[in-house]
């Protein structure tokens, strides 16, 4: 089993302001590593794939990188939409998530 | 992209057997690879099983023996047959749409509750 630590657990910013949420895995995942939004109530949303790639209707100041072990999730400008629970999600091996970053005001 | 609608769940007694469905709209559950993820109350997501195209399953080892998941290709539904239910097993179960290793189409997701 692949683990995934996410860091910070909690991250309290305001409107407008950039957030980096990381994610580090156990063992390299190449690119296979992907990024889900979700509120209170509600399924998981895809945001990222393959560590970069946007998924459809995604607004673009939500962006991905990184490769292997190390991985990043950024949001430029957050809105008030944008405060939630993110998790990263592997696929290497069998899927294992992270246990998430709550985005807070 | 399609649409996942989800039904079943609800509260059963320990060692207690409960079906999901998962009915599809806009894909075909055949050609497709599919799963089942869960989230304990205030905890996060944990994969439950994939069943994929070609009918081959998979599980998570807490479930291996006791959880089944299956496919009518008639209705287009997915479905997660859970016997032998265990109190850890109290979640909200999603079903879910995997495409080139990324769950891309989620069901709302149904409460089961394993209690006494």
């Known amino acids: 089993e692949i683990v995934l630590t996410q860091s910070p657990a909690t991250l309290s910013l305001s409107p407008g302001e950039r957030a980096t949420l990381s994610c580090r895995a156990g063992?390299?995942?190449?690119?296979?590593l992907n990024w889900y939004q979700q509120k209170p109530g509600q399924a998981p949303r895809l945001l990222i794939y393959?560590?970069?790639k946007r998924a459809t209707g995604v607004p673009s100041r939500f962006s991905g990188r990184g490769s292997g072990t190390d991985f990043t999730l950024i949001i430029t400008s957050l809105e008030p939409e944008d405060f939630a629970l993110y998790y990263c999600?592997?696929?290497?091996?069998?899927?294992?998530f992270g246990q998430g970053t709550k985005l807070e005001i | 992209e399609g649409q996942l609608v989800q039904s079943g769940g609800g509260l059963i007694q320990p060692g207690g057997s409960l079906r999901l469905s998962c009915a599809a709209y806009?894909?075909?559950?055949?050609?497709?690879?599919m799963g089942w993820v869960r989230q304990a109350p205030e905890k996060g997501l944990e994969w439950v099983g994939d069943?994929?195209?070609?009918?081959?399953?998979y599980y998570i080892e807490s479930v291996k023996g006791r959880f089944t998941i299956s496919r009518d290709n008639s209705k287009n539904t997915l479905f997660l047959q859970m016997s032998n239910l265990r109190v850890e097993d109290t979640a909200v179960y999603f079903c879910?749409?995997?495409?080139?290793?990324?769950?891309?189409?989620w069901g709302q997701g149904t409460a089961v509750i394993v209690s006494s």
């Open positions: 879910a749409k995997e495409t080139t290793w990324h769950y891309d189409v």
């Open positions: 999600q592997q696929r290497t091996s069998w899927p294992t």
């Open positions: 069943l994929y195209n070609n009918g081959d399953t």
């Open positions: 063992r390299s995942v190449t690119r296979y």
């Open positions: 806009g894909f075909s559950v055949t050609n497709s690879f």
């Open positions: 393959e560590a970069f």
